[in-house]
């Protein structure tokens, strides 16, 4: 009976204080960001100015009012947060969650820089910090757009999370150019060739020959002989001698 008449005492402890919590004002937005390896794009007091800003009348409601689903959307109006999650804690505080965006890649574009991650998102570069990313650009036909990407980008989002995921790769390779047509020509960090990767297929194949190609061709015909390596004909690299 005692252990009993002790639980009862304890539920009725825990309805009473969530009842006293709902009717209680919201006291404060409280942010943590997730950032992994990536350095600081934007800090955790930029995120809770940016949810006031969008629901300046937060702090004046009661924890019961809030709706969860309209905080995280505030949330989001910072393009370099992911997986964005809200939540109200014991103290009635509005808590948000969320991931920072890892860039794979730096986009010039118009004069304009964009970072874009494995997602597939673009969103802009930071004054609190920089990554040390591949640099892409491109002739761009139709006008780039943040909610799509256009074949271009596709092509570069292939190669730039092939090559994140592989650094044996990526130490290779300094920039990437998107074509017209959606080819992809490269700029390697050694050397003065440029390689033409072709389209965003195959790449485990055609990087592959590459790597075997810089490793058993180049030392014999010299790093300055060529002045480009063409990837586009399966299991050959076809290159170009310098004038």
């Not at 709902?22 to 955790?44: A, F, K, N, Q, W």
């Not at 790449?203 to 790597?211: I, M, P, Q, R, V």
Request: include cysteine; charged fraction near 20%; charge should be negative.
């Amino acid at each position: 009976m005692l252990i009993l008449l002790g639980a009862l005492l304890v539920a009725a402890l825990v309805i009473y204080a969530n009842i006293v919590r709902s009717h209680s004002r919201v006291g404060s937005v409280d942010v943590v960001i997730r950032y992994g390896r990536t350095p600081v794009l934007v800090d955790e007091p930029t995120v809770a100015d940016s949810v006031l800003s969008v629901l300046p009348n937060l702090l004046q409601q009661q924890v019961r009012d809030v709706d969860l689903d309209q905080v995280a959307e505030a949330a989001a109006h910072v393009p370099f947060l992911a997986h964005i999650k809200a939540s109200l804690n014991v103290s009635g505080n509005v808590v948000v969650r969320a991931d920072q965006r890892r860039p794979i890649a730096r986009l010039f574009y118009g004069g304009r820089e964009l970072y874009l991650d494995r997602e597939g998102v673009l969103f802009p570069v930071s004054r609190m910090g920089d990554c040390d990313v591949l640099v892409a650009t491109g002739d761009f036909v139709p006008p780039i757009r943040y909610d799509s990407l256009n074949f271009q980008l596709a092509a570069i989002l292939a190669v730039a999370t092939f090559l994140d995921r592989n650094p044996e790769y990526a130490a290779l390779i300094d920039q990437i150019h998107a074509e017209t047509d959606g080819d992809i020509m490269m700029v390697p960090k050694v050397g003065n060739h440029v390689i033409d990767l072709g389209s965003a297929d195959n790449l485990d194949t055609k990087f592959a020959n590459l790597l075997t190609f810089y490793r058993k061709g180049m030392p014999r015909a010299g790093w300055d002989t060529y002045s480009k390596l063409s990837l586009k004909f399966d299991g050959q690299v076809v290159c170009t001698k310098n004038d």
